[in-house]
């Protein structure tokens, strides 16, 4: 008898994740997959969705942001050289007749295309749009390749750190109203992270890609960070060493105050700007009382080039742990900071508008809100529909669309089976499934007597009503639900 021999862990991966994977449109007759690192969303899924992107919507106009959008592709010109190393994740479109595109990776450029080309000196706006990016996704920690980002940006020449301060606090806002559980934002300043390169012996032309390495802190270890530094990026080992002393500092106020008395950073101009700015922007979060959900970081980079001032990112410091529930790791739920000069790339003079703002990732904060749901066995109602009609008796048809137009013309939500004579049970218990809580039946009792029977699907009670009664008391039961 043969043998049998057990196969390595690596090849039982690789082939359980052949049998796993689902038909695509390379089998015969399969059904077609959506492309990698995207999905579609279910009518459950949208509507948590939409409830999550309504408190945030709401949160910007409370603070005073109009709406904006801006197309989904811009002339490649417009995205290259805005964004550094990760520039090589947008999406090239192909040439279709002399106008080289590219999916927008993010709404910041494209805001600042537009303030550039409108010569819009002053604007708080809001945006919620998809945007693109060709990385490699993990679906579980609610990376896509294509998600959706809620916007808020402040741009125009004010008094330092009053729109920073107010951007930090909408993000509080938004954080605690989702409900997600604990949350921390980080606050670092690109000037200080520069005077700090620059103190530690890091040659000018190497700032941005170090700053990208330190960027991937929260993902890897400092050892490996340390490593990449060195190993690729060209730096000095007792360079890394001395930014190693540096980004393992975090605090409050008090740690502000520190760096002011440290003799390498104090000695740089860049440095004390940025934590002039950063002790200003202190005494404002203090005043808005949610300084201590703050927390002054060096370690925190922002891998986007344009970012010229301070920097933020909200991590949460727990999932919304219920018993039982599964640790979900998402990395950063919000995150913005001043881009002072993004504009000034756009306009024909140099001519800049300042610019700070932030975004909400609401690809992660849905998978965080979805698990949840799922542990606690919520169930969400897909359809808003406030009244079934309904009859009992064959040949109503007529009668069930005279009904329902009238309800429809009162603005009131309605509903009935696209069927000329369905059975009462059906029609009773699509309502209980759907959770739909009103029920007008009509049949030839009730239009012999001029009246309509009005039943509660919760309690199952009935009572007959007049005709021309049958809006207002609809109505007059909706708004006491």
Known sequence: MPQLRLLPRRAWAALLSQLLRPPCASSPGAVHCHSQGTRDLSPQQIVVREKILDLVVSCFKRHGAKGLDTPAFELKEVLTEKYGEVSGLIYDLKDQGGELLSLRYDLTVPFARYL?????????????????????????????????????????????????????????????GLQLGDFLIKVNDRRIMDGMFAVCGVP????????????????????????????????????????????????????????????????????????????????YLTLFGISEKISFDLSLARGLDYYTGVIYEAILLQSPAQAGEEHLSVGSVAAGGRYDRLVGMFDPKGHSVPCVGLSIGVERIFSIVEQRMKTLGERVR??????????????????????????????????????NNPKLLTQLHYCENMGIPLVVIIGEQELKEGVIKLRSVASREEVAIKRENLVAEVQKRLSKS
């Open 116 to 176: 550039a080309m409108n010569k819009v000196k002053r604007m708080k706006r809001y945006h919620v749009g998809k945007v693109w990016r060709r990385e490699s996704p993990t679906m579980v920690q609610g990376r896509y390749r294509e998600f959706c980002q809620c916007d808020f940006d402040i741009a125009g020449q004010f008094d330092p750190m009053i729109p920073d301060a107010e951007c930090l606090k909408i993000m509080c806002e938004i954080l605690s």
């Open 382 to 419: 897909t359809t808003e529909t406030q009244v079934f009609v309904a009859t009992p008796q064959k040949n109503f048809l007529q009668e069930r669309l005279k009904l329902i137009a009238e309800l429809w013309d009162a603005g009131i939500k309605a509903e009935m089976l696209y069927k």
């Open 204 to 283: 000018e032309s190497k700032f941005r890609a170090v700053g990208s390495s330190i960027d991937k802190l929260d993902k890897m270890s400092w050892k490996d960070v340390r490593h990449e530094m060195v190993a690729k990026k060209g730096l000095a080992p007792e360079v890394a060493d001395q930014i190693g002393d540096y980004v393992q500092c975090h605090g409050g106020v008090t740690l502000v105050e520190q760096m002011f008395q440290d003799p390498r950073l104090s000695q740089n101009k860049q440095a004390l700007e940025g934590l002039e700015d950063l002790k200003l922007l202190f005494e």
